[in-house]
């Protein structure tokens, strides 16, 4: 039987609306036979994005009952892992099961265990069933099938590292992979939403970016979470203040560069309402990059408008090539680093 | 009597939620006695934000009567002119009546003329009535009083040209100002919604910019407005395509570039969804520019690395230094260019 050929880009499974790609429709076929130019996964576990979690897990009370429901719900609606609140989604790692003759990555093979490198608001998603919620870490276990379409990026995972650790940290790739680009020796970083894992990928990246002359300022409301960056080492200055607090950001980053503010700002905040903090902490001319998907467009937008501040906003893109090698390799050169990975996400 | 002294941000003026900025707060006092780092402007005309005026005219069935009456009721609920739908404003322009002995503005005087530079989201306003709503540009004949904050940035209104023309052109003159910067000797330039007053103008700078080798494609779905572009000759390419179809807009621009793609692609489209169409319309390392506050920030970061794309995007500042002279400027050298903002604007 001949198998017939997807668009590379997946709107051949788009329900509705007609005519947009995967990622902004409502929802998608996630049932229909494979494609020539698609591969099925057998999923295993899903990694949601900690903004959805962090708003999945508030409306249902932190109950983990109501978390699995609401987030069957969300998936049987839409085809697809893609929060409506949020407009965010997370990543898979699973095993292939089939790989359509047209699929182009000749060393894929039947069996491999994968992570996809783009979000789940795209994936076309069928669970059979929800086996286990980790209310800390925003990993699911599951029963179900994924598709990946052939314009998708994905990672053969690594043999030297626990799937949980290798999905933690691939699922935020892109953060560390730009972070390298923009840096520059010398520059001062500001990185607000430090502790968490896009925040220590990013920092780990602008140590060693900025170099002797350059300096590293770590922001994170949480303590504890300060506390782990002091002893990795890995920023010059670790404050604990809450990102939506423009004033008490901008005021001790300017404490803390003689009043220069940051060159570059990145902003990992899993948190609505820290767009300002982000451009107040930085100096004109300089950057901001949002890496959040909890960022909203015209409060930076207007936000910088409103604040005359003459900064470069860019918005995070997940993909980079040579992402998923980067991330990785990040975690082997920094043992300590890869010790916190363990901790919070070994299964 | 001695005048109390504000934040220069306005923070004192946020009713709720507290501890916020201006632009994100739900609600601002639009009532109390001026502080003496604030100006007070007898408001003389709004100029709604397009994606905005889209938004309210549908709602209310393109009926003027309702239209006034949903723009009197956000201001009234919020003590701005922020609509809760689409998040963004407009500008204004009026008349000095107060100046605070400690605002900043030494060249400033009671009686001048003057356009906020700022967003309405964060413009404390006070409305009497609204006397006039002008359905086919957005513009809203007003009686009333705003407050500019001692950050925020205004122009004195030029003798030469019509208050409503330059208050159209000064409402986004962060565009062209942005694109100036971008734009190369010899860049490939897309611009989406081309035919808007942003696109206008953002045009007319890259035609300028990218110089003879460059090559300049206006975009636009409404073929009035491809004829209009057309007539002005500050394009390569008009073509009639919805931006809304990312995968005509892609192939329209490979069609028109030998499948180079742009360096540089200007979204200035004002309805939602067409962030993917920026994305694909773009080579792998260039650069998109969203101008447009329809622009959904998670869109645009998750349609990227769903389409495996490593483009830069950056979330248009509505704030360059000399902005508002550049813009005015740029009317004054192309007279065509300015008759459309006369038809259009001149009230």
């Known amino acids: 039987m001949q198998q017939r050929k997807g668009d590379p880009f997946g709107t051949h499974r788009v329900i509705e609306p007609e005519g947009v790609l995967p990622q902004p429709a409502w929802r998608l076929d996630s049932v229909s036979p494979l494609y020539a130019n698609e591969c099925l996964i057998d999923v295993e576990r899903l990694n949601i994005d900690s903004a959805s979690f962090v ?17 069957m719900k969300i998936i049987s609606d839409r085809g697809k892992m893609h929060n409506p609140v949020t407009g965010s989604g997370g990543m898979l790692i699973g095993k292939v099961s089939q790989i359509g003759v047209e699929f182009p990555a000749s060393d894929l093979q039947v069996g491999d265990q994968v992570a996809t490198l783009v979000s789940l608001t795209l994936t076309p998603l069928l669970v059979e069933e929800i086996q286990h919620v980790n209310m800390n870490n925003g990993q ?34 892109g953060a560390p992979a730009q972070v390298a680009r923009l840096v520059k020796p010398s520059d001062t970083v500001v990185v607000l939403g430090a502790g968490g894992k896009s925040g220590l990928l990013s920092l780990a990246v602008a140590w060693q970016a900025a170099g002797e002359q350059g300096k590293v300022i770590a922001i994170e ?72 998907t909890a960022v909203k467009f015209t409060a930076a937008a207007l936000g910088a408008e409103g604040a005359g501040k003459d900064v470069q906003m860019m918005i995070g893109n997940g993909y980079a090539p ?18 916190i990975f363990y901790q919070r996400y070994q299964a």
């Open 140 to 173: 699911i276990s599951i029963k179900g099938k994924a598709i990946l379409f052939a314009s998708c990026p994905f990672a053969i995972l690594p043999d030297d590292l626990p799937e949980s650790v290798s999905l933690a940290a691939l699922d935020v790739c």
């Open 55 to 71: 708003q999945i897990k508030e409306a249902c009370e932190h109950d983990d009952a109501k978390v699995k429901e609401m987030i």
């Open 221 to 292: 409301s949480n303590p504890a979470a300060c506390e782990v960056i002091r002893e990795l080492g890995i920023a010059h200055e670790v404050q604990s203040v809450n990102a939506k607090q423009p004033l008490a950001v901008k005021e001790m980053v300017e404490g803390l560069t003689d009043g220069g503010l940051a060159d570059i700002t990145v902003n990992c905040v899993n948190v609505p309402d820290t767009e300002l903090s982000s451009i107040l902490a930085t100096r004109d001319g300089g950057t901001v990059y949002y890496f959040s």
């Open 322 to 339: 040579g992402h998923a090698d980067l991330t990785l390799q990040l975690l082997r050169d920094h043992p300590a680093l890869k010790d």
